[in-house]
């Protein structure tokens, strides 16, 4: 069990309900359109956040008030500029700032650790000696009765709420982080970092699939990259180019497992390659791309190494000039059939390192590998 962040978007999504509220918020990126914002909210005030697990975003400029509709581009042009990709637009709630609260809810191993200050908002750490554990009756009332158990239903471990404002009978959360246990909940969880552009094109291409194609860019300089099936045999991999001294060296790291289509496998390989002779993070020199993985029970390996060999057929110019060198190990049904088509095609594309199937060590290709690049 550990504790993940979830955004903005999916906490109230999931918690407005508890406070008797019908959430009205908006998930936008870079390129929604102006008209999908003022068909769902009009043309009013709106406010707009940056929604990736950040905290302190009004102290860092990453939350804007009071904006009409064609002025959020160019907020969130800015924003991207930076590296954030997701959004939240929401109605402004008119309050006094003298009415803002603060309140968190952490689960401990005795039950729930709960903070309380009625000076809430951005200031709230010059004023962390007004925070206490006593609550208002209404409100103590409304979590024990309504909100925890709607926490224990969704397996929230934390929720702050800076600021709360109470209007009439109202409890009105303007601002909520929440952290749940990834082993239990339901809800969406943040990854622990931006994605870049490659790995965020893989997170959409995993979603779209019943296989599983994961990417993890490790640095975007280094001369060895990795095309893995299985999970498995990706850690020893990975492994033995550390053990071989050439850790500083590897750029990436992931797998396709799961049976994937050759279109599946033949997308997944499109975006390592981009990735790899992006003209910012090249450099020069002899890389290697290893395509390599156990013994598969299931994965076709011819159907999968024609979907990898489209996509390196249509490379294959830019990687001979990017001196790239292709190194292969793997094993399974259609294994020979496989590493045949897959030896034709390096071969007259003067791609080829070498190519083993099953009866050959996994861990070869990685001394091959650093022969060559040596």
């Known amino acids: 069990m550990s504790r993940q962040k979830i955004s903005e978007f999916s906490a109230k999504t999931a918690l407005y309900s508890a406070f008797n509220l019908d959430f009205q918020g908006l998930v936008i990126t870079q390129d929604t359109p102006v008209s999908e914002i003022t068909n769902h909210f009009g043309d009013t ?36 500029k930076q590296g954030w990709n997701s959004f939240l637009v929401e109605p402004v709630y008119e309050h006094d700032s003298t009415a803002e609260r603060y309140l968190s809810l952490i689960r401990v191993r ?45 397996h929230i471990s934390f929720l702050e709420m800076n600021p709360i404002v109470e209007r009439g009978d109202k ?21 622990d970092r931006l994605l870049t552009e490659s790995e965020n094109e893989v997170a959409i291409l ?13 640095n975007p300089d280094g001369r060895i990259w990795m095309l893995l099936s299985g999970g498995g045999a990706s ?40 990735q790899m002779l992006s003209p910012l993070t090249f450099n020069l020199g002899p890389h290697a791309l290893i395509i390599a993985g156990g013994v598969a029970n299931f994965t076709d390996v011819k159907k999968t190494f024609s979907g990898i060999i489209r996509a390196l057929n249509e490379q294959a110019n830019e990687l001979v000039k ?7 190990r793997r094993g399974g049904p259609n294994e020979v059939a496989g590493l045949s088509a897959m030896h034709s095609f390096l071969a007259s594309s003067n791609l080829l390192g070498s190519v083993y199937g099953h009866d050959i060590s996994l861990t070869r290709v990685v001394s091959d590998v650093k022969e060559y690049l040596s």
């Open 322 to 328: 990017a001196k790239v060198k292709v190194f292969v």
């Open 171 to 191: 409890i009105i959360p303007l601002d909520m982080a929440v952290e749940v246990d990834s082993a239990a909940t339901d809800l969406p969880i943040l990854p």
């Open 45 to 80: 005030n709106l406010v707009v956040k940056v929604d990736q697990g950040i905290k302190k975003r009004g102290k860092l400029g990453l939350v804007k008030i009071n904006l009409k509709p064609s002025e959020i581009p160019e907020t969130i042009a800015a924003w991207a």
């Open 235 to 274: 850690l020893v991999l990975a492994d033995e180019v550390a053990d071989l001294g050439l850790g500083g060296e590897l750029a990436n790291y992931g797998e396709y497992s799961g049976a994937p289509s050759d279109d599946d496998v033949y997308s997944y390989t499109k975006i390592i390659l981009k």
């Open 110 to 154: 005795s039950g729930w650790q709960i903070n309380y200050s009625r000076s809430g908002g951005v200031d709230i750490e010059s004023n962390w000696d007004t925070i206490t554990t006593t609550l208002p009756t209404k409100l103590e009332a409304f979590l024990n009765t309504t909100l925890i158990p709607r926490l224990d239903s969704h």
């Open 206 to 218: 995993d979603e779209h699939t019943p296989a599983s194609l994961k990417f993890r860019l490790i």
